[in-house]
């Protein structure tokens, strides 16, 4: 394990990390060892909030242990409701299915044949309007949870600690 | 046919003969095998090894077999590879080389197209079970063969040759060689057929057969091989190249032993595997998050006006699910219940190709090093469900173009391992997922002026667009996910042997990156025409074409859709001899025909069956871009600017989804911003996601409603039957999500069907 270098990851998150060096310092196997610390102290340092951030399900979407238990909350502030519903029936959704809806994206003969009635679900923060997350799905297709994460496990069994909420919520 | 010049004379052999039981300490190899699935189900370590041993207690030694063992892999496969004729093998290196232990475990593995290490395991094991050691005998010097997917294959046209390798009376090891054909024979050239349904229309089919005795080729076997198919030139070279190198990875495994001691080469052949297995389990809980991920991809197949046998004859979707489940032991799960019944295509996927997928994954996602071989199989639990298109038990079935199933499939499994990755902070791991590689050209025709077969079998689909990660844009044009050293190869050497399809034209294709904050690798496409020829039929099969096959990730857009273009009894003879243009793609769409006359046709499906084509026909073909991550509006302008420059993207699409308007200077390929404009179209867009949003549980009752009243595509429809069939828990999670009743199936007409 090698030291993990905060300004690095920092670049990491910002996509501001050229080529040699993620090349040269960060796809390399060992990998560092304090990876997922460093990341959550830059991510808390971040947000306008206080909630203790658990892990981050994407790039603007955080699992964070509240007075009234684990939620799924975004980085502006919005609130998606309890860790363990799906953070999507929360959203607000776009529907492209039409050859109409799909030709702003893809030009002519490069968009899905209409009679299949294939779909894209875009998924926004009905606060800020960002797009979380896109399904390309038929028509008809449940809508998946993608991520049910085992915070427990990963606090208590992988890095011998109470998970950051452990002292508000559970003790 | 080619023959030696003399007949081998097997009664001068160099080998001892061995009797059973050929396995260690006096077990037969069966029970080695027992004995090996006993103590893995007791401890769930391989062999129930405890501590490495040799490793920890003379690590150098450990290590220096270790690189011996994968150097001579590496060595066989390049060395082996010039033996071949076949550009597929000489030139993109679709071969590979994997040392067993005797139960048919891999120890280590060569570079190449190591999808096969697990199937070559699979056929091993199936000769042990079967007892060839008794029956059929196994012998120092023989080889056997197997391109039979049930038993262990990925598809018809990989074949494998299988040594023996034995040491004073005991097998002490396998060698696997496995090389893609250009032509297995079948009911149409190609070698990812797609009119073959059933077995019977595949091609040449090796069930774990003996093929040689003495180092040599059976000559019953040749001549069967090679008239069966349609180039047995390129079949002969393949196979003496596999033999080839199965024998210079014996000599350095004998070479080996001779060092060490037979017994040092044991321990460490088990310990090895043992290794890879704690390696995957360490770096699992090293780099992912554990819990539960869900993703889903889906396998359109366009079939009803396309396909020539009547049971073929419709439309229909393949449904293929991916739980992942990292539990708190640091333990890797891979669920697909709800995966859709196999059906009558070329699509079906054995449970050994899925395991090889899942392993060639695995190599690349989170095994970049260490003891990569069957150990990491062995770390994860799988449920490829019995008697579904990714484990349909069934020989009888049609396995030519599993990888119609395998590649999508995978698709959803990164995304799935990239959420884990994300979660933990390894951003840079992160991969939204691939461009699956079809095959964009297929077919074969007579050339005049050499008056012979030609097979047209281009292995540039392995550079096709990488999805986005979470740091950067994904690779454009530069990958496959069954091969990680991807190569188009040189249009020169391609020419070389499709003597009558010289290329006209390859080109980027704009707008086939899928959208995100990083954009996917681009794909490509190119244009070939028939020169000098004649009797010539070719066909394509690129996915996806009428509907998605996956999407981007945490907001990323899926890549663009292939669609199928070509132009029969042209003027291009008149345009060359004129010096005027002719086409060189067909960007922006549409394009193709205005330099071009003749009888254009093109489809929204990315494939069309076997055609004829006549000299000066044209043929159009492309290459997928990888998928997208995150929100198009958050990738930076400047970003966006060099795309346009670069020809990704074009003009009318940045303004679409990233709302960058400016003026670009083709001659000069320079975008010049408006940034006034950007900012109002920017803010255009803000407002249109405000407008033409809805809550989700509007969109929920809407598509419950169409549902109800059946408002979905036919092979949805199908697609959704087959799977309530295959799986009553999918059913179940069906109905229930989207409060249906628990009998709702959509009409008998079409379950009937």
């Known amino acids: 394990m090698v030291e993990t270098d905060r300004n690095q990851i920092e670049k990491l998150i910002d996509g501001d990390l050229q080529w040699e060096e993620l090349r040269n310092d960060v796809l390399p196997d060992p990998k560092d060892g304090q990876r997922f610390e460093v990341t959550r102290e830059i991510l808390l340092d971040r947000v306008d909030w206080d909630d203790p951030i658990l892990v981050p399900l994407n790039d603007h979407l ?110 | 046919m080619s023959k030696p010049d003399q007949q081998p004379d097997f009664e001068e052999t160099q080998y001892e003969r061995v009797d059973p039981p050929i396995g260690w300490d006096g077990q037969t190899l069966h029970e080695m095998l027992a004995e090996s699935e006993r103590l893995r189900e007791e401890t769930e370590r391989y062999y129930g090894i405890e501590d490495l041993e040799l490793k920890e207690e003379q690590p150098f030694e450990y290590e220096q077999m270790y690189s011996q063992l994968r150097g001579a892999l590496v060595s066989a496969r390049e060395t082996a590879l010039h033996v071949s004729a076949s550009p597929i093998v000489r030139e993109i290196g679709e071969l590979c080389f994997q040392v067993y232990t005797p139960e048919g475990d891999c120890i280590a593995l060569s570079t190449g197209i190591i999808v096969h290490v697990h199937t070559g395991s699979l056929a091993i094991k199936y000769m042990i079970e079967q007892d060839y050691e008794h029956d059929r005998s196994i012998q120092p010097g023989d080889i056997f063969c197997n391109n039979d997917n049930d038993l262990g294959n990925v598809h018809t046209t990989d074949v494998h040759t299988i040594v023996p390798i034995f040491h004073e009376g005991e097998l002490v090891a396998w060698v696997d060689g496995v090389t893609h054909q250009v032509d297995i024979g079948g009911m149409t050239r190609g070698h990812d057929q797609l009119a073959s349904t059933t077995r019977y229309e595949d091609g040449l089919y090796a069930t774990c057969e003996k093929i040689g005795e003495n180092d040599k080729i059976y000559q019953d076997w040749r001549d069967r091989a090679q008239r069966a198919v349609r180039t047995p030139m390129y079949w002969d070279l393949d196979e003496k190249c596999r033999l080839a190198g199965c024998h210079m990875v014996r000599d350095a495994v004998e070479s080996m032993i001779n060092d060490v001691g037979v017994d040092t080469f044991k321990q460490f052949s088990r310990e090895a595997v043992e290794e890879g297995r704690q390696t995957l389990h360490s770096r699992v809980k090293e780099r992912f998050f554990p819990g539960t991920y869900r993703d889903a991809s889906f396998m359109p197949v366009p079939f009803e006006d396309e396909a020539w046998k009547p049971s073929a004859k419709q439309d229909m979707m393949n449904h293929l699910p991916v739980e992942v489940t990292v539990d708190e032991e640091g333990g890797l799960e891979l669920d697909m219940e709800g995966a859709s019944p196999p059906g009558p295509h070329p699509y079906n996927c054995a449970e050994g190709a899925m395991e090889g997928g899942l392993w060639v994954s695995l190599t690349q996602s989170i095994l970049h090093d260490g003891k990569v071989n069957d150990g990491s199989y062995f770390a994860v639990d799988t449920n490829y469900p019995d008697g579904s298109i990714v484990n349909p038990d069934d020989p009888s079935l049609s396995y030519h173009t599993s990888w119609g199933s395998l590649m999508p499939a995978y698709n959803a499994f990164w995304k799935n391992v990239s959420r884990a990755f994300f979660a933990r902070g390894f951003r840079e791991e992160v991969v939204s997922g691939y461009s699956e590689t079809g095959d964009p050209v297929q077919g074969g025709g007579r050339y005049e002026p050499m008056d012979d077969y030609f097979p047209v079998a281009p292995f540039e689909h392995s550079c096709q667009g990488l999805g986005a990660s979470a740091v950067r844009d994904g690779l454009d044009y530069g990958y496959a996910m069954w091969n990680p050293e991807s190569d188009m190869g040189d249009v020169e050497e391609w020419e070389l042997i499709e003597w009558g399809l010289p290329y ?40 996806p074409g009428v509907g998605f096959t996956t999407s981007g990730m945490a907001g990323g857009y899926p890549n663009s859709l292939n669609y199928s273009l070509r132009a029969h009894d042209t003027d291009l003879d008149e345009r060359l001899e004129n010096e005027d243009p002719y086409p060189i793609g067909d960007s922006p769409t549409g394009s193709f025909e205005e330099q071009i006359e003749g009888d254009v046709k093109r489809s929204q499906k990315g494939m069309f069956f076997p055609e004829e084509f006549e000299n000066g026909d044209l043929l159009h073909y492309q290459m997928g871009g990888g998928t997208g991550y995150g929100d198009p509006l958050e990738r930076p302008i400047d970003l966006v600017v060099e795309d346009v420059e670069e020809g990704i993207y074009t003009t009318d699409i940045v303004e679409q989804v990233y709302g960058v308007v400016g003026e670009f200077d083709e001659d000069n390929r320079e975008f010049t911003l408006d940034e006034e404009a950007t900012d109002r179209r920017r803010e255009e867009l803000r407002t249109e996601r405000r407008e033409e949003t809805r809550s989700y549980d509007e969109f929920h009752e809407e598509e419950r409603e169409r549902l109800e009243d059946g408002d979905i595509s ?40």
């Not at chain 1, 238990?69 to 959203?91: M, S």
């Not at chain 1, 959704?93 to 030009?107: A, G, K, Q």
């Not at chain 1, 949870?145 to 559970?170: Q, R």
């Not at chain 2, 390859?506 to 690798?521: D, M």
């Open chain 2, 714 to 753: 036919d092979p949805s429809k199908w697609m959704y039957e087959g799977v309530f069939d295959q799986s009553d828990d999918w059913a179940a999670f069906f109905r229930e999500f989207w409060d249906l009743d628990e009998t709702f199936e959509f009409d008998a007409e079409l379950m009937e069907a």
């Open chain 1, 62 to 171: 955080f699992a964070v242990g509240t007075d009234d238990g684990r939620i799924v909350k975004a980085e502006c502030g919005h609130e998606f409701g309890p860790l363990e519903d799906n953070w999507k029936t929360e959203c607000q959704v776009r529907v492209r299915e039409s050859e109409d809806e799909m030709r702003d994206l893809y030009p002519e003969w490069m968009t899905p044949d209409p009679d299949w009635t294939f779909q894209l679900r875009e998924f926004f923060c009905p606060e800020c309007y960002t797009l979380l997350d896109v399904d390309a799905v038929p028509a008809g297709y449940p809508v998946l949870k993608p991520f049910d994460p085992d915070v427990d496990a990963f606090y208590e069994e992988w890095l011998g600690e109470p998970a950051p909420d452990a002292t508000e919520v559970n003790q």
């Open chain 2, 504 to 543: 006209l034209s390859r080109q980027v294709k704009p707008n086939t990156a899928g959208h995100g904050k990083y954009r996917g690798g681009t794909g490509w496409e190119g244009i070939r025409t028939v020169s000098d020829s004649e009797d010539v039929s070719l066909y394509k099969h690129v996915v």
